[in-house]
């Protein structure tokens, strides 16, 4: 189940928020009802964080290394073949 949504723009920018497990029923084409433990990505609140890029800006900023976090999170997790 993913835990998360993430959204990277330009290396610059993450919007970033939980899901929140659900219990809720959902129907089946041949009618069957299952209650099931779901991700409603809809419900999520999204932080939004943004790199300094001017000369005066700290570049160790809250939001610069939030930002640098993520996108090393990102690059790591797609480096690696999955199994």
């Given at each position: 189940?993913?835990?998360?949504?993430?959204?990277?723009?330009?290396?610059?920018?993450?919007?970033?928020?939980?899901y929140v497990p659900t219990e809720r029923p959902i129907?089946?084409?041949?009618?069957?009802?299952?209650?099931?433990?779901?991700?409603?990505?809809?419900?999520?609140?999204?932080?939004?964080?943004?790199?300094?890029?001017?000369?005066?800006?700290?570049?160790?900023?809250?939001?610069?290394?939030?930002?640098?976090?993520?996108?090393?999170w990102f690059d790591a997790t797609w480096r690696y073949p999955?199994?």
């Open positions: 189940m993913p835990y998360s949504k993430l959204y990277i723009f330009n290396g610059a920018e993450v919007v970033t928020g939980p129907t089946l084409t041949d009618g069957t009802t299952l209650d099931v433990v779901d991700v409603m990505g809809f419900d999520s609140t999204l932080t939004h964080c943004a790199k300094d890029d001017d000369k005066d800006d700290d570049p160790e900023s809250q939001d610069s290394l939030i930002v640098s976090s993520w996108q090393r999955r199994t």
